[in-house]
């Protein structure tokens, strides 16, 4: 069937909401967005699992493997035609038929889609990854999201112990860095009104103590968890502390750009991409002698990529699909091209999503078969 991660244990099985939840940790569900479905499509999130399947795009036979091997659960990255509005459900259909199938096989589905586009260590990290790329930032960088300060006052003895909580919960996480946050010291000051209770200082008169003022970037999808970690391990009755939304650039979007170590010619690129994704009709666009350090990375369809890759300095596109409009606008900017094929630019995320429920699932004891879904071929699908 293809990669396979399989833990043991002697713990309760997960459900579809656990399951999803340590995906989400990877690839977080506030990146999803409102426009295309995400999530669970079909089923019910209280379902045991016992078995996962994850694979790139939902089709009959995918269905069928799920259910061929007693899969509770299909995570896929494309939901094609489980889509918004009521079609999935009208039995005449395609998608009605593919839900029926599963729902009487007791397969739930779920779809890791733009979420796994634009997240750090998705889809276009993968690809960017295989070509090394250094320095990267989103072509298109994701709306919605941003990275956020949280700013608390602690006691120099808690410090520690809150510190950790928050970076526990996805707080200082700066590029390849961890745990990053400031530190500055002052004094406090609060008056106790009548029936508090105070951590240190005299009710009814004004203290001055010594504080910490730790400051630690996050993301804007994380805070409510970082302020809670950080609540729960907080000395004080009322802890004060502070968020403000950051003007920095975020690192999640579409696509990636960057810069290779050393040049490389058009086709080494394409021959090394193409391997690396099972193509078997990946197209080159330019001079395949000619020699690029500057590259940007788009898994799936880049149409809209073609003036933001240029704009930053791109001398190549790699993506999965570019249309023949898009494809003449990259010619006219001097833009070269490597189209691997949607899915086969994407296949890499089929052992990504394995690999990150086998790893929750042995961490928490779940003891889940996790597989990836290979097609006739041998490939990732």
Known sequence: MGPRASTSGDEALADVREVLDALGETFPWELAGRREPGGLLVGSRSAPVSRVLCSIDLTGDVVEAAAATRSELLVVHHPQMLRCGPAPWDADSPAGRLAGKALSAGVNIAACYRNADVASGGAADLMALRLGLVRTVPILPARGAFLAKVSVFVPPEALEQVFSAMAAAGAGAIGDYTHAGFRTTGTGTFVPREGARPYSGEPGRLNLVE??????????????????????????????????RSEAPVPWGVGRAGWLEEERTLLSIMEDLADWSASEDAVLVGDPERKVTRVAVAPGSADRLIERAWSQGAELLAAGEVGWHATVEACERGLALVCLGHLESERALVPAMVSIIGAASEKRGWGLEVEGYKDRGGRWG
């Open 211 to 244: 504080e910490v003022r730790l400051e630690m970037v996050c993301p804007s999808f994380r805070v409510e968890a970082v302020v809670e970690a950080m609540l729960e391990q907080h000395p004080y009755e009322e802890a004060a502390y502070d968020i403000y």
